[in-house]
């Protein structure tokens, strides 16, 4: 079986530009969680999205936005990109919101900004 | 892979010897607790979790420790292998939070053969 997929796997954008970044949840999984990786860090909290509902959302600015698709897929959004945004995207899915249910994780996008 | 935690604090250990990792969480009401591992270039990985009314959990080599009166949790690692070097995490979710999680800052496990 397939596990979180996400693409790209690198990308680099210049500032002020937008990306999109792409995640595919484990089959029967319903729910996506989006997190931030600055290199030296741990994970932090971006989005949840749950039956294509927002569940959850960490503390990231306006530029930041993310939506799921019917097929459970999801994609994150950011504008205005700044160098502070260059770091290692996880998509984690999980077969729902609740407490205690394993949230699986994707190797992740690395994003750079110049 | 590109290394995940340059300027993480790091434990070295010989092959075969135990080793034990540390995290302080913050939220006291935090109920759930999860160690996660993460080897370059790869995403985190579920090894244990443990609930508050719990203060121990064992695994297939590994226990996880939960102090929740000093709000500190402990990871330990049984007959270390090479293969268990990797950045290890520890993970919060406070009770209103579902399975959103709050990650803490990341040990380096560096296993000498």
């Known amino acids: 079986d397939a596990g979180v997929t996400q693409s790209p796997t690198h990308l680099i954008k210049t500032r002020g530009q937008h990306v999109t970044l792409r995640c595919s949840p484990i089959?029967?999984?319903?729910?996506v969680s989006w997190y931030q990786q600055v290199l030296g860090q741990g994970p932090q909290f971006i989005f949840q999205?749950?039956?294509?509902?927002?569940?959850g959302r960490g503390n990231f600015p306006d530029r930041f936005s993310a939506r799921q698709f019917p097929n459970y897929s999801s994609e994150l959004n950011v504008n205005a990109l700044l160098l502070g945004d260059s770091a290692l995207y996880l998509c984690?899915?999980?077969?729902?919101?609740?407490?205690?249910?394993?949230?699986?994780f994707g190797q992740g996008t690395r994003l750079t900004v110049v | 892979g590109e290394s995940v935690g340059l300027h993480l604090p790091t434990l070295s250990v010989q092959e075969g010897d135990n080793s034990i990792i540390n995290c302080a969480y913050s939220?006291?009401?935090?109920?759930?607790f999860i160690w996660y591992k993460q080897e370059s270039g790869k995403g985190p990985q579920f090894i244990i979790d443990?609930?508050?009314?719990?203060d121990k959990r064992q695994g297939q080599r590994v226990t996880v420790l939960l102090n929740k009166t000093v709000k500190h949790l402990s990871l330990q690692i049984a007959a270390t292998q090479p293969g268990d070097s990797a950045v290890y995490f520890c993970?919060?979710?406070?009770?209103?939070?579902?399975?959103?999680?709050?990650f803490g800052g990341g040990t380096r496990l560096m296993v000498k053969p």
């Open positions: 984690a899915s999980s077969l729902g919101p609740q407490s205690g249910t394993e949230a699986f």
């Open positions: 089959s029967g999984h319903k729910s």
């Open positions: 999205y749950y039956e294509k509902e927002e569940r």
């Open positions: 939220n006291s009401a935090s109920d759930y």
């Open positions: 443990i609930r508050s009314n719990m």
């Open positions: 993970a919060e979710i406070p009770t209103y939070a579902g399975n959103m999680l709050t």
